[in-house]
C-alpha cells in the first residue's frame, strides 16, 4: 500500500535547473531514509543522493556535490531534489526510495531501500 511518486521532470538546457518532489502515502514512515536514484539508458542504477529522518544526515554522491540539494518536509511527507546546474550527463530516470528499517543509518546499495517511485525523466540538452 506504500506509495511513492515522483514528479518535476522535464527538459532542461545544460546550465539550468530543476527541483524533483516525492510524494510519500501510505504506511511508511515518516522519518524513514530516503534516497535519489538515477538510471541512465545503458548504465547501472546509482546512488545519488540521500537523507536520514530528521534530516540532520546527508549523503552525496562525488558527481553531484555542490550542484544537487536534498531536503524533506516530514510533515507533507515529501522529499525534493534540487538540480541546479544541470549538466547533459545528468540525463536519466529518477527514482525516489525509502529504507524502511532505518532512520539515521543513511545506506547506499539498492538493496536497502524497500520501497520506490516509478521514475521520472530528466533530460538535458547541450
Known amino acids: 500500500q506504500v506509495q511513492l511518486v515522483e514528479s518535476g521532470g522535464g527538459l532542461v538546457q545544460a546550465g539550468g535547473s530543476l527541483r524533483l518532489s516525492c510524494a510519500a502515502s501510505?504506511?511508511?514512515?515518516?522519518?524513514?531514509?530516503m534516497g535519489w536514484f538515477r538510471q541512465a539508458p545503458g548504465k547501472e542504477r546509482e546512488l545519488v543522493t540521500a537523507?536520514?529522518?530528521?534530516?540532520?544526515?546527508?549523503y552525496y554522491a562525488d558527481s553531484v556535490k555542490g550542484r544537487f540539494t536534498i531536503s524533506r518536509d516530514n510533515a507533507k511527507n515529501m522529499v525534493y531534489l534540487q538540480m541546479n546546474s544541470l549538466k547533459p550527463e545528468d540525463t536519466a530516470v529518477y527514482y525516489c526510495?525509502?529504507?524502511?528499517?532505518?532512520?539515521?543509518?543513511?545506506?547506499?546499495?539498492?538493496?536497502?531501500?524497500?520501497?520506490w517511485g516509478q521514475g521520472t525523466q530528466v533530460t538535458v540538452s547541450s
Open positions: 526510495a525509502a529504507d524502511r528499517v532505518n532512520t539515521i543509518v543513511i545506506r547506499t546499495t539498492i538493496s536497502a531501500y524497500d520501497y
Open positions: 501510505g504506511r511508511t514512515s515518516s522519518y524513514s531514509v
Open positions: 537523507i536520514s529522518g530528521r534530516g540532520g544526515s546527508t
